[in-house]
């Protein structure tokens, strides 16, 4: 399986006074295909962790490659090409425009890679049949439950095909029955051939991962197999 991630030395430090590592320097590799869960308490490094995966910052030491693509060397603008198109992001608080439709929600996250016009309103109607919202597309945020809403950002996030699926605690809002709605979808995601990385601090979510890595203190430790 070709690599979709690899963190080689990747840490992150805040300047002071004093400065503040939050992230140790660290090693990971990601696989296509694989279903890797994150865990560590409130304050661990994992929001640290999430941002330098995200491309939402950069290192302070380190090398990331994404798909083989040395993000190091890339200007601002390309980051967030290189972000649009090979990421996608499910986060906690779904972060849907509230005057927009479920379908227009879909839509909108086409803009980033560039998606011409005519097929992006197909694309967003396929990734909502996907997880389940086929008879919602004009719903607003407004008028769905929570768990309809994360749906809705699940389907943002798939629309453009990304590399990357980066969940940063994607239950944390919901009721424990959106919950196993939206922790079935991840896995049938999982079952697909995507490859994602959860971010997360609930066991009853990591335990859904083939593969668990936990950072505290900011270390980055992989558990020893059995």
Request: glycine share 12%.
């Amino acid at each position: 399986m070709s690599e979709v991630v690899r963190l080689d030395g990747i840490g992150r430090t805040f300047a002071g006074p004093p400065p503040v590592t939050a992230l140790h320097p660290c090693d990971l590799v990601v696989r296509q295909g694989e279903y890797v869960a994150v865990t560590g308490p409130s304050g661990s490094g994992k929001s640290t962790l999430l941002h330098l995966l995200g491309l939402l910052d950069t290192p302070s030491c380190g090398r990331y490659l994404l798909d083989g693509i040395d993000t190091g060397g890339l200007s601002d603008r390309d980051r967030s090409t290189l972000r649009g198109s090979r990421i996608g992001f499910v986060f906690q608080s779904f972060h849907l425009l509230p005057h927009r439709t479920a379908e227009e929600n879909v839509l909108l996250a086409q803009v980033y890679n560039r998606t011409p016009w005519p097929d992006r309103g197909p694309a967003a109607r396929a990734a909502l049949r996907r997880v389940g919202l086929g008879h919602r597309l004009d719903a607003l945020p407004t008028t769905l439950s929570g768990g309809e809403r994360q749906r809705v950002a699940v389907a943002r996030a798939l629309v453009n095909r990304p590399s990357l699926l980066l969940c940063d605690e994607p239950t944390g809002n919901l009721d424990s029955a959106a919950a196993a709605v939206v922790l079935e979808l991840l896995t049938g995601l999982h079952d697909d051939g995507r490859t994602l990385v959860v971010i997360t601090h609930d066991p009853a979510v990591a335990v859904r991962a083939g593969r668990v890595v936990h950072i505290g203190d900011g270390r980055l430790a992989e558990p020893a197999a059995a």
